[in-house]
């Protein structure tokens, strides 16, 4: 992704949304789409659209509107999704072991190329096509896959020795799934999913 500090990270966010649009669009056959078009399946205004490609540079023609692979083409390269990303995970437990198996990553650029445990009866087992090795292997593994993204699936705990570990090895993005705030390098870019909170969040919405 930019690391423009004076490109806004929600705009960035977006992209992800717009790309994923865009792709659709392809596979429905439209070689041209409209600001409206994309703010329409994205859920945001067309002028919304147009003002966080703006961050990035011109893009499309008046009257004619967007060239769907072009500007696919373009967001990919931004969002630096126009090679794989390799991602490595730590925690071969349920939910690590669901997104280790997960096949929607690939198709959108990212793959777990390796899984890190320090159960005996985990390590060596397989997930998918992975075998979970020692976190121990953690460093070389990252140098050898030249991998720059770390998911975080261990309980509490342990996350805070894992994010460290990570940043170590050198690794610039960390997805974390454990319930706990982790402190790593300013460098080090963390985002944090906590599902339970999630749900609790969606319990408050629920009809009485």
């Known amino acids: 992704m930019s690391s423009n500090p004076a490109i806004p990270d929600t705009a960035v966010s977006r992209l992800a949304t717009y790309l994923r649009v865009l792709t659709e669009s392809q596979r429905d056959g439209r070689q041209y789409v409209s600001s409206a078009s994309i703010g329409e399946r994205a859920g945001v205004s067309p002028?919304?659209?147009r003002k966080d490609l703006s961050h990035?540079?011109?893009?499309?023609?008046?009257?004619?509107?967007?060239?769907?692979?072009?500007?696919?083409?373009?967001?990919?390269?931004?969002?630096?999704?126009?090679?794989?990303?390799?991602?490595?995970?730590?925690?071969?437990?349920?939910?690590?072991?669901?997104?280790?198996?997960?096949?929607?990553?690939?198709?959108?650029?990212?793959?777990?190329?390796?899984?890190?445990?320090?159960?005996?009866?985990?390590v060596g087992t397989k997930l998918g096509e992975v075998a979970v090795e020692h976190v121990d292997r953690l460093p070389e593994r990252v140098r050898a896959l030249g991998a720059s993204?770390?998911?975080?699936?261990?309980?509490?705990?342990?996350?805070?020795?894992?994010?460290?570990?990570?940043?170590?090895?050198?690794?610039?993005?960390?997805?974390?799934?454990?319930?706990?705030?982790?402190?790593?390098?300013?460098?080090?870019?963390?985002?944090?999913?906590?599902?339970?909170?999630?749900l609790e969040r969606l319990a408050y919405h629920l009809p009485g």
Not at 79 to 97: E, F, K, Y
């Open 47 to 49: 002028d919304q659209v």
């Open 56 to 122: 990035f540079g011109e893009f499309g023609r008046p009257g004619v509107g967007y060239d769907a692979d072009q500007l696919r083409r373009h967001l990919a390269r931004i969002l630096r999704l126009d090679r794989v990303q390799m991602a490595v995970l730590v925690g071969a437990g349920s939910l690590g072991s669901a997104l280790a198996r997960y096949s929607g990553f690939e198709p959108r650029g990212f793959r777990i190329a390796a899984v890190f445990d320090v159960d005996p009866e985990r």
């Open 149 to 198: 993204i770390g998911i975080i699936a261990v309980p509490r705990v342990a996350c805070q020795r894992v994010a460290e570990a990570m940043a170590a090895a050198g690794l610039k993005a960390i997805l974390n799934f454990a319930p706990a705030k982790v402190e790593v390098p300013e460098s080090v870019n963390v985002r944090s999913v906590d599902l339970a909170r999630e």
